[in-house]
């Protein structure tokens, strides 16, 4: 490499950008792998360092780009959620672009040039026009991407590796090889054979030599083969007066508001219909994507061949092919989760985000980016409209659409067939009055589960707790059994018998006395779901029944698989935590059970009433059919908990109406903007002190609340002391400045997480 100057590069590390020596014009945004201290790793570039540090720079050891492969609208939105989540640059590219998409430097650009020649010329300045060019599609560099790429889901394809082609193979292998090198290096193997006229056993033996490969995709598209039919609906009145609602040339925010079945999906595919038809793409986020193998099948059926998906689950090379594909501008329709909003598409025409009120599109780990939100501002960049979906809409969204800063989409008919479950309440008081002792399961919650098994239908019972016994307490001393990492208690879990700490994962064998003060007074308090499984067995040995929480679905796929067994009606009674709500489709529940309604109620969280309504609405919800009508009993020790009430009427206009007036007295979103710094340490001071000179920096801010440092509602977690410092503003702006006014420093040991939605930890 010649000509190299000082540049500063963000690297993919918890470090402030470093200069290293690079190519003179090398584009900004184009990544670099560099040595630090040693290792490999890589970076993007930010531009020339005009002020270079004194000591010996070492130079990049590879440039991996030619041109900066995101499009410039993505650039652009980059660099706004840098800047806005106080996070770098390469984080963010490195959601983009999987470290395992890689360009290919042999490309031709001419008849005599490859990408390299440019690069060893130093020609920068040409590579940046062909990026130009080829970001605006009039340049087609079809090799740019040349390793294997899948096609479709569900479906095998062949590829050739990268083994020489031998000079000795026999007539059906020879075609197999010659039919692979002629459509670039990698088919269908039903086009292969087909094209070929040789059976599956010649890729067999092709594949034992090493000369081709199989690769196969998680099917997702197995599951529900007859959905792919894709049949032709006729929308009702409300749907078209939707669809219509929706400018589909310029920005605009819409709220789609309508209970499960009421027919949102059947909007966003009309809606995405014509924005195809317009040479544009869609861009559809989802909550959880392995939870929709029937959406997938229905995209699919609609849209055939046109739709890529971004699964948190595929391997690497599955996830690369698909960011390949968007790159190639090969698939108009991207599907995916959280981190999709960041996918490599060109030319967005639509943006969906069904389920919006999911706290899944807010990630908790850096960077710590909500998807629903920078799908709005990606809407803005790219100027298309974005449709947010819900049966029960967050209060963040439902008060813009009350204040018109969204447009509300309605839909209030009742898919047809389909009417309110009956909801019963239990009041716990009165059972504990009558029993003189803790109810677990009612009178009345008994009797309706044992007729509902006696019918052959479906009981789900709900105790969002896992484990066995919440935690241990000595009723000598009354002291609990804590971790001694962390200040929360121990959970018991018998199955494993071990006391288990839900965040930092230590675990230890139950002690025989209290280890405080060796009495021999240790019992449990608190069932999780557990114990409620062993409940169960006793009471109805005759029952199937499957827990679903975290301890049961830790492999991947066990969830989905746990849930499909249900709705195939392999599953008597379903016993779990909020993983319930997922599910979709139960043709034989007839019976919901949730045993303890106030438990989301106690977290010391502003969001605590609405995360309790969502999820006791989506759970109650899941009971009766058009065949089988549903009934729900849902045990309380609070009545009168407007969460509890209006969940019980399935009442969400009701209950944003009585909470959103709370929120303005308190001034908490979405009346008000929060930013949450939290700084560990291995002492409590270590941890207070860069936030207490953090809140100095800040004082002068005007129209800024700040709130502590104090610590954090978890003060220890492994060893280490939390601290937390709150600040609260009318705008998201004011926030933005104290982001300027006291920049984070990468390396520090601050971390801010921006619009939390979490406190409880
Ligand atoms: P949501 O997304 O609100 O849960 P869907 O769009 O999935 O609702 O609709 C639920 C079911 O009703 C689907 O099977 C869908 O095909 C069907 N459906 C929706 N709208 C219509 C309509 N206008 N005519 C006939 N069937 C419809
Ligand atoms: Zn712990």
């Given amino acids: 490499m010649h000509n190299l100057v000082p540049t500063l590069i963000e690297l993919v590390r918890p470090l402030p950008p470093l200069t290293y020596l690079a190519p003179v014009g090398l584009q900004p945004g184009v990544r670099v792998r560099v040595k630090i201290r040693n290792s490999a790793t890589w970076g993007v570039v930010l531009g020339h360092d005009p002020n270079p540090p004194k000591a010996q720079l070492k130079p990049v050891e590879a440039v991996l780009d030619p041109f900066p492969l995101l499009p410039p609208k993505l650039e652009e939105l980059l660099r706004f959620a840098a800047g806005y989540y106080g996070c ?11 470290q395992v998409v890689q360009a290919d430097w042999q490309t031709p650009v001419s008849e005599t040039q490859r990408l390299c ?29 040349h390793r294997r790429e899948l096609r479709g889901a569900g479906l095998t394809e062949v590829c050739r590796t990268s083994l020489a082609h031998p000079a000795k193979v026999n007539a059906t292998q020879g075609r197999v090889l010659a039919n692979l090198e002629a459509a670039g290096g990698f088919m269908l193997e039903t086009a292969l054979l087909q094209a070929a006229k040789v059976s599956a056993s010649v890729l067999g033996t092709l594949e034992k030599h090493g000369l081709i490969e199989r690769v196969r995709r998680l099917d997702l598209m197995s599951q529900k083969r007859e959905d792919l039919v894709h049949k032709d609906v006729l929308l009702n009145a409300e749907q078209c007066q939707a669809t219509h609602a929706v400018g589909l040339d310029t920005f605009g925010v819409h709220l789609l508001y309508g209970v499960t079945g009421s027919g949102k999906t059947e909007v966003y595919l009309e809606l995405a219909e014509r924005v195809l038809a317009a040479g544009k793409r869609v861009l559809w986020l989802v909550p959880e994507i392995g939870l929709t193998p029937r959406l997938l099948a229905r995209l699919e059926a609609r849209f055939p061949g046109r739709v890529a998906v971004g699964h948190a689950g595929l391997n690497a090379t599955e996830k690369q092919a698909d960011v390949v594909r968007l790159l190639k501008d090969e698939a108009p329709l991207f599907l995916g989760v959280r981190n999709a909003v960041l996918a490599p598409l060109r030319n967005i025409g639509l943006i969906v985000v069904d389920e919006e009120q999911e706290s899944s599109y807010k990630s908790e780990e850096h960077p710590r980016i909500h998807a629903r939100d920078l799908a709005i501002k990606r809407g803005q960049i790219e100027n ?9 809409p967050s209060l963040e969204s439902w008060h813009a659409a009350q204040t018109g800063r969204y447009k ?11 009417f309110m479950p009956v909801v019963q309440v239990v009041d716990l008081r009165e059972c504990y009055k009558i029993a003189r002792k803790k109810v677990v399961f009612s009178p009345l919650l008994l009797k309706a589960s044992k007729d509902t098994l006696e019918r052959g239908e479906q009981v789900m019972l709900l105790l969002n707790r896992r ?3 919440n935690f241990w307490m000595c009723r000598a001393c009354g002291r609990t059994l804590d971790c001694p990492h962390c200040s929360v208690s121990l959970t018991y879990h018998k199955g494993a018998y071990r006391l288990r700490c839900h965040l930092c994962g230590w675990e230890t064998a139950p002690p025989e006395v209290c280890i405080h003060c060796s009495a021999e007074h240790l019992r449990g308090v608190g069932e999780g779901t557990e114990q409620i499984e062993d409940q169960l067995e006793e009471l109805f040995p005759a029952a199937r029944i499957l827990r679903l929480d975290r301890d049961t679905t830790q492999r991947r796929g066990s969830l989905e698989a746990g849930l499909l067994a249900a709705e195939n009606g392999e599953v008597d009674l379903l016993v779990g935590t909020q993983m319930l709500a997922k599910g979709h489709n139960f043709p034989k529940l007839t019976l919901v059970g949730i045993l303890n309604a106030d438990l989301g109620l106690k977290i010391s969280d502003f969001r605590a009433a609405e995360r309790t309504f969502h999820l006791l609405t989506q759970v109650a919800g899941r009971a009766g059919r058009a065949e089988l009508s549903g009934r729900v009993i849902l045990q309380t020790y609070n009545p009168e908990h407007p969460a509890i009430v209006h969940a019980v009427a399935q009442n969400f206009i009701g209950f944003a109406e009585a909470e959103l007036p709370y929120r303005q007295g308190m001034g908490y979103p979405p009346f008000a903007a929060m930013s949450l710094y939290r700084s560990e340490g291995e002492t409590p001071e270590a941890a207070i002190e860069p936030l207490r000179q953090l809140k100095a920096k800040l004082m002068t801010l005007p129209g800024l609340r700040i709130l502590g440092p104090l610590e954090a509602p978890v003060a220890r977690v492994k060893d280490r002391y939390r601290m937390q410092l709150i600040l609260k503003a009318a705008a998201r702006s004011t926030l933005s400045e104290a982001l300027q006014l006291a920049p984070l420093n990468p390396a520090g040991p601050i971390t801010l997480d921006r619009d939390p939605i979490s406190f409880g930890v």
């Fill in 384 to 392: 298309c409209p974005v449709v947010l979906g819900s049966a029960t």
């Fill in 408 to 418: 509300l989409l309605l839909l209030t008919e009742r898919p047809a067939g389909s």
């Fill in 117 to 145: 020649d440019l690069r060893d010329a130093g020609d920068w300045q040409r590579l940046m026009e062909l990026g130009d060019a080829w970001h605006r599609n009039e340049l087609s560099l079809p090799s740019l991407f």
């Fill in 88 to 98: 770098g640059l390469a984080h963010l590219t490195a959601i983009c672009l999987p």
């Fill in 467 to 469: 484990g066995f016994e």
